[in-house]
């Protein structure tokens, strides 16, 4: 019996083609003969409908032919409907070319999910917001900041001459899952991206993504018109300073007619801004806005900013913004961090949310995994993304979702953008499981309302594979992989515990020595004293919760009503307190820690079960990883309970099993992240 089923393994892999990740979800056998798709007369043969046509052609296996047609009574915008008809054709529908290449990626992903359509069946779709934006924090030395996939998909050195074929690749991956623009620069933006030869590049760039319905941004840097123009100030009131951006923009539009906008990064982290000058944000904003609007340009203007009098790091951005709240232009959007520190394992959604009514406010949610183990460890972020445009926010009965797709003016677009994960290693994302994040990122904007489990299924099936035996299991691993890093890393609303800079592992100790910003420190966050843990945002302390709309409010600055994956975001507990299931917080701690190491093993002991249905690249490179996600869960749990017992000076429950890490060992470890790759973790404690 064992042979029989050795060797039905054996078959199962050398069955399998050898992968290499390069083709992500995308991975449709290409026709020997085209498929039959037709064009309806009077629908208009753009470069979009040419693609939409050739990809039916390579990759549809259906019996009947295909007929695409643009009606002015199709579904409006983006939005598309697939009907089969009695003879058995597929037909497809949008009230654009753009919407018809969405209706191929639709019919394309029915096909290798196994919907199937009914004879006489109709189904329509449409995109919840309206700009679905990558932000790309690609420098142009070719480094990506937070970037773990190698280095950046854009070759600056050779363009505008040389166009590598993968822009072409990412732009019908973007297409695929419905993302309609990209920030092709990093936020901390280097003035240099905005010259005339980067520009040059840039368009070459936009001519590969626009018939793919891809738009094109630039993160531009507020000092541009000193450092680039030469001008002795930077003040967005002064005229001088207009006048440059004018030019520079007039520039931008004959190069790219369809330029999507500007997302800038102000007065946060050394960058510059309108603050320089004493001047808003408001003031920066609507000076870049007037000069974009007759182009129909946005400006994607972040809300990550800091204010040096504010004692609270997560109560500055809406410090900053409320009072500034109807003061934007229409074509302004403010670009929210989904939580109010800076995409921690788990944050409360930002109070921004929902507050600022006369404001056009979008989600920012981080694709690449900064703080959650980059890309080693599995965490599907879709379920943290759904519980965040879930939550309600209490103005008008809103979640965050609705609060951000509500128009606050005829003029107004709605948008929610995503940090990319992407970067030139073969596979896009250096972990072949972090494509899940890219994927579902582009499916939650297209719809919100999409369960994580069904983005987990459709990303499977497509990437891997479509066999139950593998579905099955897979999906309860990233259902349950953010909760588990959530578990092994910061439980109960800790935060900010990383390891300095890098953020890569645990150091609730770091401190660099010298003077450095006490927000900064871990130790701003956890707060861990003999008393207890937690960081007090009660009235008593810093009053964050007060940001909240009532009832959220009380019920967070209420420490028995507090939600106890909030407990010590809002609170500072003391160590012998009781919660909900009668054990105190530091019993607690100790089992949360140890649940999510043995949900880390489990996964890893889940993935060794793949074996049959995945190819050996992509088995052994995954496997890799699993491992050492679980070393890590260890690694992450000794590392926080040996420091907290410092504090708490509390033992470890009996039935917890003992630290496998000594503190001091750990206290000395310095990981060197240049030279830390997939292949170097064997390195890691
Ligand atoms: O999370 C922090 C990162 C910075 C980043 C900043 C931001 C681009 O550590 O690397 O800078 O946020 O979002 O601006």
Not at 262 to 284: C, I, W
Not at 496 to 516: K, L, V
Not at 528 to 556: C, I, K, M, N
């Amino acid at each position: 019996m064992r042979l029989v089923v050795l060797l039905v393994c054996a078959c199962f892999v050398s069955l399998l083609r050898a992968e290499d990740g390069s083709r992500l979800w995308l991975r449709m056998e290409r026709n020997a003969d085209a498929a039959e798709v037709r064009v309806e007369r009077g629908t208009k043969r753009t470069a979009t409908v040419d693609i939409a046509v050739r990809e039916l052609e390579d990759y549809w296996k259906g019996d009947g032919k295909v007929v695409l047609r643009v009606a002015e009574d199709g579904p409006a915008r983006d939005g598309f409907s697939i009907g089969r008809t009695e003879k058995e054709e597929m037909v497809l529908t949008s009230a654009s070319g753009q919407g018809l290449l969405y209706a191929a990626y639709g019919l394309l992903r029915m096909q290798q999910v196994g919907d199937t359509l009914g004879v006489g069946q109709t189904v329509s779709d449409a995109p919840a917001y309206d700009l679905r934006i990558l932000n790309h924090w690609d420098n142009p030395d070719g480094t990506i900041e937070r970037g773990y996939a190698g280095r950046s998909i854009w070759q600056w050195d050779e363009l505008p001459g040389t166009v590598s074929p993968r822009y072409e690749a990412y732009a019908r991956a973007n297409a695929s899952v419905g993302i309609n623009g990209a920030v092709l620069n990093n936020v901390n933006a280097k003035p240099l991206a905005l010259s005339s030869d980067m520009l040059r590049k840039t368009a070459a760039i936009a001519d590969v993504l626009r018939p793919y319905g891809i738009r094109t941004y630039l993160s531009v840097n507020f000092a541009s018109p000193k450092a680039l123009g030469g001008l002795p100030t930077a003040d967005p009131l002064d005229a001088d300073v207009r006048q440059w951006w004018v030019g520079k923009v007039d520039e931008i539009y004959r190069l790219i007619p369809d330029f999507g906008g500007f997302l800038v990064k102000a007065n946060s982290e050394g960058e510059p801004g309108p603050q320089d000058y004493g001047r808003t944000h408001a003031d920066g904003a609507n000076m870049l806005a007037d000069v974009l609007a007759p182009h129909k340009g946005i400006v994607m203007w972040r809300a990550f900013v800091y204010k040096p009098s504010s004692p609270d790091r997560a109560c500055q951005a809406y410090e900053e913004f409320m009072p500034l709240d109807g003061k934007f232009r229409d074509n302004v959007i403010v670009q929210v961090k989904n939580g109010p520190v800076d995409f921690q394992p788990r944050e409360p959604f930002s109070p921004l949310f929902g507050a600022m009514r006369h404001t056009q406010v979008m989600p920012e949610f981080q694709v690449t995994q900064e703080y959650l183990g980059q890309s080693i460890h599995t965490v599907f972020l879709a379920t943290m993304w759904k519980d965040v445009l879930s939550a309600q926010t209490y103005h008008d009965g809103e979640t965050v979702a609705a609060a951000t797709l509500r128009k606050v003016s005829a003029q107004s677009v709605s948008a929610i953008a995503g940090v990319a994960n992407i970067g030139d290693s073969e596979n896009w994302t250096g972990s072949d499981m972090a494509q899940a994040n890219w994927y579902a990122f582009g499916r939650l904007c297209w719809n919100p309302d999409m369960s994580a489990a069904q983005l987990a299924d459709e990303f499977l099936k497509q990437t891997f594979s479509a066999d139950e035996g593998f579905v099955g299991p897979m999906r309860q691993v990233l259902l349950r992989s953010w909760d588990a890093a959530v578990s092994y890393m910061m439980p109960y609303g800790l935060h900010h515990i990383f390891a300095g800079e890098h953020h890569y592992g645990p150091e609730p100790w770091y401190h660099p020595g010298g003077d450095i910003r006490l927000d900064w420190l871990p130790s701003y966050y956890h707060r861990a004293d003999s008393v207890g843990l937690g960081f007090d945002r009660t009235r008593e302390g810093s009053g964050g919760a007060a940001q909240y709309h009532e009832p959220l409010s009380t019920l967070y600055g209420d420490l028995r009503t507090c939600p106890e994956e909030y407990l010590l975001w809002f609170h500072h507990v003391p160590w012998s307190y009781v919660m909900r299931n009668g054990l105190t917080l530091w019993d607690n701690l100790c089992y949360i820690y140890n649940h999510g190491v043995d949900e880390a093993r489990h996964f890893a002991t889940v993935w060794e079960g793949m074996r049959p249905y995945v190819d050996a690249t992509r088995y052994e490179r995954q496997k890799a990883r699993f491992d050492r996600q679980a070393k890590d869960a260890v690694w992450w749990r000794d590392a926080c309970l040996l420091y907290f017992q410092q504090f708490s000076g509390l033992p470890l429950p009996a039935d917890c099993p003992p630290p496998v890490h000594k503190l001091k060992d750990l206290m000395k470890y310095h990981l060197d992240i240049d030279n830390y790759t997939a292949a170097g973790m064997d390195k890691l404690p």
